[in-house]
């Protein structure tokens, strides 16, 4: 008998992702725990053993943009690869996947990704099934805090999954389930590997991250935390000298979170807090569980304690009885705010859901012209804030080499990507820069 240790054969596997950033790291996670099988990633299907579409069930267009990639995967399936649908559209609509494609060897809702060494493994032999789609969060955080491997200065840390909200337009309570919160020791040590390897910023990830509660790390005092105490705590951690997190929403911001914003210094200028509409009719039908009002109150609170914070959100336009007049209270409400960066969407009508069924829907052209009215404010609320920094130092985190030669890519603390010229060797530090222009998308700075 043999005693030498077999290494897993070299295979290729290409992961596509949509959607929000959950799924962005869900799909590095993914990687990291093919890693082991032999596995190394690609950017092209063509080369692909293994192709792992990363889903979003937000807005029906992303469901469309699935089954039209499924078709282009043809060529994976003659060469034996294998081809599997991972994501929120996975969780929804696994039968209908299967139905529509049955070139698909396996579905894999969002809570079974630790299972996934195990299911390539009985797919090869054969003996897999073709959906995993139970929900069991606690014991997926638990498989996934092992052994991560940090790319980058710059790292998103899950903290808490699922959502009890129900707004009555989205379909995030049905395909990521129940809120659960990660205990805050498990965090913490996840957030400490990551520092040992260099990470310098994090992002605390979660559909309602805001909503994060938990017994305290032991040893530490207090009884319940919630998302302002985690934050402190990780900002103790020697090496991590930016905390961000996202996204949350309204009901759960509390006193000792925006408090933080104040006290805390590691913790970035920067909240994306979603209020989706500016009239109370319309946030009642959409279940939001707040108003315009209690949303403004919220968002001077923030201010009084960081004057320069940067406020972001989501917009959702054409509810179903949003009229004119509705619909100029949000334009009102996006006034009174002022925007750093903001995204919007027209209302899309997703099965299940209460809103789907509601009267006085709102017809396409009608939602399109709000929706371009509402851009074109955003758009110019965007740019005064990106102005405003002209001529400001800023504290840039080097996070890549930029586009041209000899220049580097960063974040301002308001998350800003800002250009400049500045030697390798910066990466990864965070260094005070003029910015000298604001361009459509980007600033660009100079070393001081
Ligand atoms: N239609 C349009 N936008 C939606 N969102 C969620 N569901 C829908 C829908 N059915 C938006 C919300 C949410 C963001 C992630 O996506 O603004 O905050
Ligand atoms: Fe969806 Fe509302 Fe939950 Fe956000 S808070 S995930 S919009 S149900």
Request: aromatic fraction near 6%; charge should be negative.
């Given at each position: 008998m043999s005693t030498t240790e077999k290494t897993p054969e070299k295979k290729r596997v290409h992961v596509k992702t949509w959607g929000c950033q959950m799924n962005v790291y869900d799909s590095e996670r993914m990687t990291g725990l093919l890693k082991p099988l032999g596995y190394e990633t690609t950017e092209t299907p063509e080369e692909a053993d293994l192709v792992i579409l990363n889903t979003c069930h937000i807005r029906e267009k992303a469901a469309e943009k699935v089954y039209s990639e499924l078709g282009r995967l043809k060529d994976v399936k003659a060469r034996g690869g294998t081809i599997a649908v991972a994501g929120c559209v996975a969780q929804a609509e696994g039968a209908e996947i299967q139905a529509r494609a049955p070139q698909v060897d396996f579905v894999i809702g969002p809570q079974s990704y630790h299972?996934?060494?195990?299911?390539?493994?009985?797919?090869?032999?054969?003996?897999?099934?073709?959906?995993?789609?139970?929900?069991?969060?606690?014991?997926?955080?638990?498989?996934?805090?092992?052994?991560?491997?940090?790319?980058?200065?710059?790292?998103?840390v899950t903290v808490q999954e699922g959502c009890d909200k129900f707004c009555t337009f989205c379909v995030v309570p049905y395909t990521r389930g129940a809120e659960v919160s990660r205990n805050a020791d498990a965090v913490t040590l996840e957030v400490r590997q990551l520092a040992?390897?260099?990470?310098?910023?994090?992002?605390?990830?979660?559909?309602?991250?805001?909503?994060?509660?938990?017994?305290?790390?032991?040893?530490?005092?207090?009884?319940?935390?919630?998302?302002?105490?985690?934050?402190?705590?990780?900002?103790?951690?020697?090496?991590?000298?930016?905390?961000?997190?996202?996204?949350?929403?309204?009901?759960?911001?509390?006193?000792?979170?925006?408090?933080?914003?104040?006290?805390?210094?590691?913790?970035?200028?920067?909240?994306?807090?979603?209020?989706?509409?500016?009239?109370?009719?319309?946030?009642?039908?959409?279940?939001?569980?707040?108003?315009?009002?209690?949303?403004?109150?919220?968002?001077?609170?923030?201010?009084?304690?960081?004057?320069?914070?940067?406020?972001?959100?989501?917009?959702?336009?054409?509810?179903?009885?949003?009229?004119?007049?509705?619909?100029?209270?949000?334009?009102?409400?996006?006034?009174?705010?002022?925007?750093?960066?903001?995204?919007?969407?027209?209302?899309?009508?997703?099965?299940?859901?209460?809103?789907?069924?509601?009267?006085?829907?709102?017809?396409?052209?009608?939602?399109?012209?709000?929706?371009?009215?509402?851009?074109?404010?955003?758009?110019?609320?965007?740019?005064?804030?990106?102005?405003?920094?002209?001529?400001?130092?800023?504290?840039?985190?080097?996070?890549?080499?930029?586009?041209?030669?000899?220049?580097?890519l960063g974040k301002s603390p308001y998350l800003q990507s800002v250009h400049v010229i500045a030697p390798e060797s910066l990466l990864g530090q965070i260094v005070p820069i003029r910015i000298e222009e604001a361009g459509p998308n980007s600033l660009r700075g100079v070393l001081v």
């Amino acid at each position: 008998m043999s005693t030498t240790e077999k290494t897993p054969e070299k295979k290729r596997v290409h992961v596509k992702t949509w959607g929000c950033q959950m799924n962005v790291y869900d799909s590095e996670r993914m990687t990291g725990l093919l890693k082991p099988l032999g596995y190394e990633t690609t950017e092209t299907p063509e080369e692909a053993d293994l192709v792992i579409l990363n889903t979003c069930h937000i807005r029906e267009k992303a469901a469309e943009k699935v089954y039209s990639e499924l078709g282009r995967l043809k060529d994976v399936k003659a060469r034996g690869g294998t081809i599997a649908v991972a994501g929120c559209v996975a969780q929804a609509e696994g039968a209908e996947i299967q139905a529509r494609a049955p070139q698909v060897d396996f579905v894999i809702g969002p809570q079974s990704y630790h299972k996934l060494p195990e299911i390539i493994a009985k797919t090869a032999r054969g003996t897999g099934e073709n959906l995993y789609t139970e929900f069991d969060v606690d014991e997926k955080f638990d498989a996934l805090e092992e052994g991560r491997q940090a790319e980058g200065y710059s790292a998103f840390v899950t903290v808490q999954e699922g959502c009890d909200k129900f707004c009555t337009f989205c379909v995030v309570p049905y395909t990521r389930g129940a809120e659960v919160s990660r205990n805050a020791d498990a965090v913490t040590l996840e957030v400490r590997q990551l520092a040992q390897q260099g990470v310098r910023e994090i992002t605390l990830l979660g559909q309602n991250v805001n909503a994060w509660h938990g017994a305290p790390p032991v040893g530490a005092s207090g009884e319940a935390w919630g998302l302002g105490e985690l934050v402190r705590h990780l900002a103790r951690i020697d090496g991590i000298d930016r905390i961000r997190f996202t996204t949350s929403h309204p009901k759960d911001m509390d006193d000792g979170l925006i408090a933080a914003f104040g006290e805390e210094p590691k913790l970035m200028p920067y909240l994306h807090l979603p209020v989706q509409a500016g009239n109370d009719r319309v946030l009642k039908a959409m279940n939001r569980a707040h108003t315009a009002e209690s949303y403004l109150r919220q968002i001077e609170a923030v201010r009084a304690v960081r004057p320069d914070i940067a406020i972001s959100g989501d917009m959702i336009v054409g509810f179903p009885g949003e009229d004119d007049a509705a619909f100029e209270d949000t334009m009102a409400l996006v006034r009174e705010v002022g925007y750093a960066s903001c995204f919007s969407f027209k209302y899309s009508r997703r099965p299940g859901t209460p809103g789907a069924a509601m009267p006085k829907q709102v017809p396409e052209d009608v939602k399109s012209e709000r929706l371009q009215r509402l851009q074109a404010l955003l758009n110019e609320q965007r740019h005064a804030f990106d102005r405003a920094q002209v001529g400001r130092t800023l504290d840039i985190l080097f996070e890549k080499p930029g586009r041209l030669d000899g220049q580097l890519l960063g974040k301002s603390p308001y998350l800003q990507s800002v250009h400049v010229i500045a030697p390798e060797s910066l990466l990864g530090q965070i260094v005070p820069i003029r910015i000298e222009e604001a361009g459509p998308n980007s600033l660009r700075g100079v070393l001081v």
